[in-house]
């Protein structure tokens, strides 16, 4: 069946071919945006935002989780230490 259709020189087939391209190449530019903007921030603070999906957008809220998951780790092995 599909042998069978000529699909050169319609117009209205290649204009939606092109459009379909545009929109595509658009998609893929906004997929990785985000790991361009983020190129130069460390490894953990990306994989904090990655993490964290859109709860955290910029560096500085990612070193902030992080400096606070580290105190907390902190705390907790002073308290197992001593107990």
């Given amino acids: 069946m599909a042998e ?5 020189g319609n117009k209205e087939i290649e204009e939606a071919l092109k459009k379909l391209e545009m929109e595509n190449a658009v998609e893929a530019i906004e997929r990785v945006a985000p790991i361009v903007k983020n190129a130069d921030a460390p490894t953990m603070v990306r994989w ?5 999906g859109g709860l ?4 500085k809220q990612a070193e902030y989780v992080l400096v606070v998951f580290a105190i907390v780790i902190f705390g907790i ?3 197992l230490f001593f107990s």
């Fill in 4 to 8: 069978d259709l000529n699909l050169e």
């Fill in 48 to 52: 904090v935002m990655k993490l964290f």
């Fill in 56 to 59: 955290i957008k910029t560096q």
């Fill in 77 to 79: 092995s002073l308290y």
